[in-house]
């Protein structure tokens, strides 16, 4: 068995349990759009494709999604965020990730859309 998860991958210094843990288990739901982009970037570096593809908004959700499981995310760097508060129902996110794969390491920068939808943040779409 695998050790637990004991910080959040999304380096907000919180344990995982405590933080992006309980959005991906379903025992709560993000207060704001930077809460739901750092619990997608920890779902991506777990691994969780259905709370990826749940915390998608419909209208751009692809049918299915098909992580790279030789890709590991390290870092997250949360670079601003406008809107996305808890009375907001629209959010925009940019960050730098980072991950390490096969020798080689990389980066992704995003600006990236959110919605708040009955009472539930979703994920829209993002421009690298």
Known sequence: ????????????????????????????????????????YSAFAVGDTNYLLATWHPTTRPDELELDKERHWYRLDVLRAELGGPFDTTGIVEFQAYHRSAGEQGSQHEVSRFLREGGRWLYVDGVA
């Open 1 to 40: 068995m695998a050790d637990p998860i004991t910080r959040c991958p999304c380096l907000s210094g919180v344990p995982y349990e405590s933080c992006c843990g309980r959005l991906l288990a379903g025992t709560a739901t993000a207060q704001t759009a930077e809460q739901l982009m750092r619990s997608r």
